[in-house]
């Protein structure tokens, strides 16, 4: 079993900025990849971003794309989103998940856990 653990939500205006940091901890493996998915009110849970176990292979949704940064320190078994420039419509939960495989992609089901999640509020 592998649990994880989000943080650095909270609140926010537009443009700003927030670090979300998601602590894996159990039968952890640095060659498993890691994403971050994010699910708004009254909508379906969507990707945002994901890192091979090695880190040098990234992906990103195209809502994502040069705003947001995926990155992970093994050595603490941590993943990190950096979110830059945020919108109103970034608002939503946002999931850590992490995955079986060395590296894939952007389907849910690839993911075999799950985080609780971290609400990330952008106001106008």
């Known amino acids: 079993q592998v649990q994880l653990v989000e943080s650095g939500g909270g609140l926010v205006q537009a443009g700003e900025s927030l670090r979300l940091s998601c602590a894996a901890s159990?039968?952890?493996?640095?060659?498993?990849?890691m994403g971050w998915f994010r699910q708004a009110p009254g909508k379906d849970r969507e990707f945002v971003a994901t890192?091979?176990?090695?880190?040098?292979?990234?992906y990103y949704a195209d809502s994502a794309k040069g705003r947001f940064t995926i990155s992970r320190d093994n050595a603490k078994n941590t993943v990190y989103l950096q979110m830059n420039s945020l919108k109103p419509e970034d608002t939503a939960v946002y999931y850590c998940?992490?995955?079986?495989?060395?590296?894939?992609?952007?389907?849910?089901?690839?993911?075999?856990?799950w985080g609780q999640g971290t609400q990330v509020t952008v106001s106008s």
């Open positions: 159990g039968r952890t493996s640095s060659s498993s990849a």
């Open positions: 890192i091979s176990g090695s880190g040098a292979t990234t």
């Open positions: 998940a992490a995955s079986p495989y060395e590296r894939t992609g952007s389907l849910a089901s690839s993911y075999a856990y």
